[in-house]
T-cell receptor, first 113, second 111 residues
């Protein structure tokens, strides 16, 4: 089944404790992206990757890192999480940067206390 | 600055009522337009998209949208909603390779 998977689905952590949210897709998509969803703000892009070893900042990259060492995986790293990073995070992938439909993962709800 | 605006944040309507959700964007040039739906507790799913051609596009679950270039609009419609249409709806615009989402409209359909 074609899908985007994220882990964990729910995470509660404390300020400053490094964490990684994994994202994997099995559709051989070149383009992958991370979004955060906050009430009243819709989805805002954090980082995106057009292919392996090619990543770039989205609209709200501060406090986040990503890597793309393999085509299928695109982990999101929070080196020192803060409470303002409490949010719902979605990973997405598509054949190319935006010309095709993006497939979304199930979401990761992160709470930073 | 480029932006995507959804007119209503919350809409409440009864089953069988008609639904129309507004979406306006401020991009110039060629755009690709999308409507996504997010059912409670689920991830976003594509409802429909417009790239070119007939400005009236039909999507899944009886939804349709009309692209009006002169008004920079891409409004979503459904003639008769069902309780199962309760969800959050997002308009998205792609321009110069970048995809930007509106803030979303929460739709509640009452039995």
């Amino acid at each position: 089944e074609a899908q985007v998977t994220q882990n964990p689905r729910y995470l509660i952590t404390v300020t400053g404790k490094k964490l990684t949210v994994t994202c994997s897709q099995n559709m051989n998509h070149e383009y992958m992206s991370w979004y955060r969803q906050d009430p009243g703000l819709g989805l805002r892009q954090i980082y995106y990757s057009m292919n392996v070893e090619a990543t770039d900042k989205g609209d709200v990259p501060e406090g986040y890192k990503v890597s793309r060492k393999e085509k299928r995986n695109f982990p999101l790293i929070l080196e020192s999480p803060s409470p303002n990073q409490t949010s719902l995070y979605f990973c997405a992938s598509s054949l190319e940067r935006g010309g095709y439909e993006q497939y979304f993962g199930p979401g990761t709800r992160l709470t930073v206390t | 600055a480029q932006s995507v605006s959804q007119h209503n944040h919350h809409v409440i309507l009864s089953e069988a009522a008609s639904l129309e959700l507004g979406c306006n964007y401020s991009y110039g040039g060629t755009v690709n337009l999308f409507w996504y739906v997010q059912y409670p507790g689920q991830h976003l799913q594509l409802l429909l998209k417009y790239f070119s051609g007939d400005p009236l596009v039909k999507g899944i679950k009886g939804f349709e949208a009309e692209f009006i270039k002169s008004k920079f609009s891409f409004n979503l419609r459904k003639p008769s909603v069902q309780w199962s249409d309760t969800a959050e709806y997002f308009c998205a615009v792609r321009s110069w390779g970048k995809l930007q989402f509106g803030a979303g409209t929460q739709v509640v359909v009452t039995p």
